[in-house]
């Protein structure tokens, strides 16, 4: 890693970051996730959601969100971490997705999210779709540094509000059931996934 005066720069950011995947994929790895699809396949795109191989593929309807994970920490560490490179900023978002990434692979959460929403087949993510997710991030975080302001929040709201209208989730949906379920949401997703 090279640091400079005005702190890491962008390029040897994106080294870092991943290394931080690597080391977030071999955490994934020894917790016992399934480097891919139990069902041996490699898909660039899975879009069922109600389904044993969702989150097991390359991409899928979440992706979006993780897209949407990496436009929030540009515009939230850009507003309390000006002072910090971009650089900074990318390696330190790309450390809290990660970390999110194996929070989320946990029994714990995995079981809130099967209690919590109406995911019954959801048993967590493979290593590739972690991964993957991360990229995401890494993306959404690159792509909000060259937008203007304007087409972050379109960007933002147009996921949202596609991704709500196909599968009836998102980003602030997934927020709201997994910190504070709402029965009115779950059943209004119940109605999409028995389609």
């Not at 080391?23 to 996730?33: D, N, Q, T």
């Not at 933002?156 to 949906?173: K, N, P, S």
Request: one cysteine or more; hydrophobic letters at 50%.
């Amino acid at each position: 890693m090279i640091l400079r005066r005005e702190g890491l720069t962008l390029r040897d950011s994106i080294v870092v970051s991943l290394g931080i995947a690597a080391i977030g994929a071999a955490v994934l790895y020894l917790m016992g996730r399934n480097p891919i699809c139990e069902c041996g396949i490699i898909k660039l795109w899975h879009g069922e959601t109600i389904s044993a191989e969702n989150s097991q593929h390359i991409l899928d309807w979440y992706s979006p969100s993780h897209v949407l994970h990496g436009v929030s920490f540009y515009a939230f560490f850009w507003l309390i971490l000006k002072n910090k490179s971009i650089g900074f900023r990318l390696a330190f978002s790309t450390f809290l997705e990660v970390l999110w990434e194996v929070a989320e692979n946990t029994n714990t959460v995995i079981e809130r999210y099967r209690e919590a929403t109406i995911a019954l087949d959801y048993y967590g993510d493979s290593i590739l779709n972690s991964m993957t997710d991360v990229a995401c991030m890494i993306f959404g975080f690159l792509l909000a540094s060259r937008l203007p302001v304007w087409a972050s929040i379109a960007l933002f709201l147009a996921a949202e509000i596609i991704v709500g209208y196909v599968v009836r989730d998102g980003l602030v949906l997934n927020v709201i059931m997994l910190i504070a379920p709402q029965d009115w949401i779950r059943e209004w997703q119940a109605v999409a996934w028995q389609r």
